[in-house]
């Protein structure tokens, strides 16, 4: 049967509105990060990453902000579409100690029409 | 960008036969995979990493004997689910990694055990 598990924290927008997910990271060392968008029922997407000697990178419609301050990341979406409704994580790495992400715990973003 | 191809996308089985999930890297070549597991509503829970041609490393709680992880070629990586159980049904989801290259993931396998 289905396991029961922690419901993702949900985030709700109107269509052409700027979106913000949030996420906070916890080790200190990270100097790498990714957001992942995921579809239901696909794996994760890559959005854009960010390096730990910037605060601040622009995509397409995407800018992921960097504060190692207080261990958070943030990703902001501009004029956000009913295709952006997914679930988007946060995902940490040390790049010299191998390439394995540490995920975060997710946030579904749901874009109203 | 890269393309990681994962097969199946859907397995129902019953509960004792064995599945196993092929992970492809179709245009570049893999040193490294990992395995991930995914629960509803949650996040991605590493299961094992792979490099090309050497044993797998699994995370702690991870049993390799039931989780059964081959990496024989630098595009393939298969992950075998051993005697499947209703506890074992999840989603499954492959990456991929090559040299300078950045990490691409599969589309999933999701496992159904009866």
């Known amino acids: 049967g289905e396991s029961v598990g922690l419901h993702l924290p949900t985030l709700s927008v109107q269509e052409g509105d700027n979106s913000i997910i949030n996420c906070a990271y916890s080790?200190?060392?990270?100097?790498?990060f990714i957001w992942y968008k995921q579809e239901s029922g696909k794996g994760p997407q890559f959005i854009i990453d960010i390096r730990s000697n910037m605060d601040k990178r622009q995509g397409q419609r995407v800018t992921v902000l960097l504060n190692k301050t207080v261990k958070h990341l943030s990703l902001q979406i501009a004029a956000t579409q009913p295709g952006d409704s997914a679930v988007y994580f946060c995902a940490e790495n040390i790049e010299n100690a191998g390439n394995m992400l540490t995920f975060g715990g997710g946030t579904r973003l749901m874009v109203k029409p | 960008g890269a393309v990681v191809s994962q097969h199946p996308s859907w397995v129902i089985c019953k509960s004792g036969t064995s599945v196993k999930i092929e992970c492809r890297s179709l245009d570049f070549q893999a040193t490294t995979m990992f395995w991930y597991r995914q629960f509803p509503k949650q996040s991605l829970m590493l299961m094992a990493t792979s490099n090309e041609g050497s044993k797998a490393t699994y995370e702690q709680g991870v049993e390799k004997d039931k989780f059964l992880i081959n990496h024989a070629s630098l595009t393939l990586s298969t992950l075998t689910v051993t005697s499947a159980h209703p506890e074992d049904s999840s989603f499954y989801i492959c990456?991929?990694?090559?040299?300078?290259?950045?990490?691409?993931f599969g589309s999933g396998t999701q496992l159904s055990v009866l």
């Open positions: 990456s991929a990694q090559g040299v300078g290259e950045k990490l691409f």
């Open positions: 080790n200190s060392a990270s100097d790498y």
